[in-house]
C-alpha cells in the first residue's frame, strides 16, 4: 500500500515510558550474547535517560555499541529481539496505541525513527504494525555482526537526513508529515516535517517547541492535559486538595477501596449541587488517581476555570451538537487506563424533581461502559446542596457549624450488556443504595425548599429561563 504522508515515531521516552536498552541487555543476557553481569556505568546511564532523556555521552556509547557486539551470532540477537518485545510493550505509553490509530486510519504510512538497532526493534515494530524501520543498521557478515554500521548513525541531524532519504524514496511529502520525538536532538527531524509534536519533551526541546508553537503531548495522558516537570495539573494539586482545607464542610468518605489503585474505571455519582465536582475531587485525591471529568460547555467556556479543567484532562460536552467526540474522547482516557467521571443525571434536577426517590440517568455512562468494558463504580452524594445549593451564586460559608457531606463508594455495578436502558437503570439503582435511608422517603417539599432546587433569578417559565452562572449545571 502506497502513502502520500507518514508519521515517524522516535522510541525511548516517546512511544515508551523510558528506555529499551535494559530491556535488551535483558534479553541479550538470557541468549548468550552481551555482558554476563551488569555494568553499573551501563545502568546508570540508562537510567539517568530515562529521567531526562539523550546525552552527548549516552549516544556515543549508543554509537559504540555496535563495536560491542562483533562476532555476537546474528540469529541470537534476533532471538532476544523477539523474546524481548512482550516487556516493551508494557512501556508502551498509554496513549500511544489511539495516537498510532489515528495516523493509520487516516493512511499515513507509520515510521519507527530510532538510533537503536534495526536488528534489536524491527519484532517491536512488526509487533505495533508499523510500516517500516528507519535505524541504526548493524555490519553483518557471514551470520555475524561485524562490529561496524552500514550507512548512518540514526540520530541528530543524521536521523533527520534518514527520515528524508526514506520520504524521497517512497515519493512521501515531508510538508504532509508527522514527526514524534522526546529529544532536543531530534529538532533537525521535528523542523523537517509540516506537523512536529513534541513528546514528554526534556527541557530544551520544551523551549523550542514553546518558542516554534509546536504542539507538547504527554502519551502517558489523554491530549490537552498539561504536565510540569513530569507531573500533571492535578498530582501538583493533590496534597492541597484535603477535606480539612475546606471549611463550609464536613467530609465523610466511605467506601474508597472500591476506587481501583490503576487501570480503567467510569465513576459515577448522583448530581445534587455545584459543589458535587469538589466532592469528587476531593474523593480522587483521596484514592491518589487523576480522573477525566465530562463536563457541560459551559464550564470549559468559563474564563479561569475553563483553560484549568482543559488542562486537568476535562472533557467537554456540548449535548445540543449530539457529537460522538465527548464519549470517543471517555473512550480513549478509558482505554489508556485513567479514570472518567460522569455524572450520569447530566444536570441537577429542578423542584420536585429533586426530591425525587428514584434517580433517572441519562445513556452517557452505560455508553461508555458498553464501548470500553471498563467497570462502573457508583457514587452516592449527599449533603452538597447544603454547602452551594442551585439557588446561590457563591457557595454558602459557615466555618462554625460546616454541614455535613458524605461520599459512599460501592463496588462496580453489575451489567447485562444487554441494553442501554437496563444498564443505566442499573448504574443509577446502584447510586441509589449508597444514598442515607432519608433520600428513600418520598418528601413533599415548602415553596422554600422548592425555591432553593433552581438557578438564580428563576422566573418559573422553564421554556424562557436559562442558567445565567458560568459553569453551572
Given amino acids: 500500500m502506497s502513502h502520500s504522508a507518514a508519521a515517524f515515531f522516535d522510541l525511548d521516552r516517546t512511544l515508551l515510558g523510558g528506555s529499551s536498552g535494559e530491556v535488551f541487555q535483558r534479553h541479550l543476557r538470557a541468549h548468550g550474547v552481551g555482558p554476563d553481569i551488569d ?5 546508570l546511564l540508562n537510567r539517568a535517560f530515562g529521567l531526562v532523556g539523550e546525552t552527548r555521552t549516552s549516544m556515543a556509547l549508543a554509537r559504540l555499541s555496535a563495536r560491542a557486539a562483533k562476532g555476537w551470532p546474528v540469529a541470537a540477537v534476533r532471538a532476544a529481539a523477539r523474546d524481548a518485545v512482550p516487556d516493551l510493550l508494557e512501556l508502551l505509553q498509554p496513549h500511544a496505541p489511539a495516537v498510532l490509530e489515528e495516523h493509520r486510519s487516516s493512511g499515513r504510512a507509520l515510521v519507527m525513527a530510532t538510533s537503536s538497532p534495526t536488528q534489536l526493534v524491527e519484532p517491536l515494530a512488526e509487533a505495533l504494525a508499523f510500516d517500516a524501520v528507519v535505524a541504526t543498521t548493524w555490519a553483518e557478515r557471514d551470520g555475524r555482526f561485524t562490529g561496524g554500521i552500514e550507512g548512518r548513525f540514526v540520530w541528530a541531524r543524521g536521523k533527520w537526513l534518514s527520515v528524508r532519504d526514506w520520504a524521497r524514496e517512497h515519493d512521501v511529502a515531508m510538508a504532509r508529515c508527522y514527526a514524534y520525538s522526546d529529544s532536543y536532538y531530534d529538532v533537525p527531524m521535528l523542523a523537517g516535517v509540516g506537523h512536529p509534536v ?6 530544551r526541546l520544551t523551549a ?3 518558542l516554534k508553537g509546536w504542539p507538547i503531548r504527554h502519551l502517558d495522558a489523554p491530549p490537552g492535559v498539561v504536565k510540569v516537570g513530569g507531573l500533571e495539573v492535578q498530582e501538583l494539586l493533590r496534597p492541597f486538595i484535603r477535606p480539612e482545607l475546606i471549611p463550609n464542610a464536613r467530609f465523610e468518605f466511605t467506601g474508597l477501596e472500591n476506587i481501583p489503585g490503576s487501570g ?8 445534587r449541587s455545584y459543589f458535587d465536582p469538589t466532592a469528587l475531587a476531593l474523593l480522587f485525591a483521596k484514592a491518589g488517581r487523576s480522573a477525566r471529568f465530562l463536563g457541560k460547555k459551559e464550564v470549559f467556556d468559563a474564563p479561569v476555570v475553563g483553560p484549568m479543567a482543559a488542562a486537568m484532562g476535562g472533557i467537554r460536552v456540548d449535548r445540543g451538537t449530539g457529537s460522538a467526540e465527548p464519549l470517543d474522547r471517555a473512550v480513549e482516557a ?3 487506563g485513567e479514570l472518567v467521571a460522569i455524572m450520569p443525571q447530566g444536570t441537577i434536577p429542578r423542584g420536585p424533581a429533586f426530591f425525587d426517590p428514584e434517580l433517572k440517568g441519562r445513556w452517557g455512562a452505560a455508553r461508555l461502559a458498553a464501548a470500553s468494558g471498563a467497570p462502573v463504580i457508583p457514587v452516592g452524594l449527599w449533603g452538597t446542596e447544603k454547602v452551594w445549593p442551585r439557588s446561590s451564586r457563591l457557595p454558602r460559608l459557615n466555618p462554625v457549624s460546616p454541614p455535613k457531606v458524605t461520599v459512599n463508594v460501592g463496588p462496580p455495578v453489575e451489567l447485562t450488556g444487554a441494553d442501554l436502558d437496563t444498564d443505566t437503570k442499573a448504574i443509577m439503582s446502584a447510586i441509589m443504595d449508597l444514598l442515607p ?6 418528601h413533599d417539599p415548602t415553596p422554600e425548599e422548592l425555591a432553593l432546587t433552581y438557578p438564580p433569578g428563576y422566573s418559573g417559565n422553564p421554556e424562557t429561563e436559562t442558567e445565567r452562572r458560568p459553569g453551572s449545571d
Fill in 264 to 271: 480503567p474505571a467510569i465513576v459515577c455519582g448522583n448530581h
Fill in 437 to 442: 435511608p432519608e433520600s428513600r422517603v418520598r
Fill in 334 to 336: 478509558l482505554r489508556g
Fill in 208 to 210: 523550542v517547541a514553546l
Fill in 198 to 203: 513534541a513528546v514528554n519533551p526534556d527541557p
Fill in 39 to 43: 555494568i553499573p556505568l551501563v545502568g
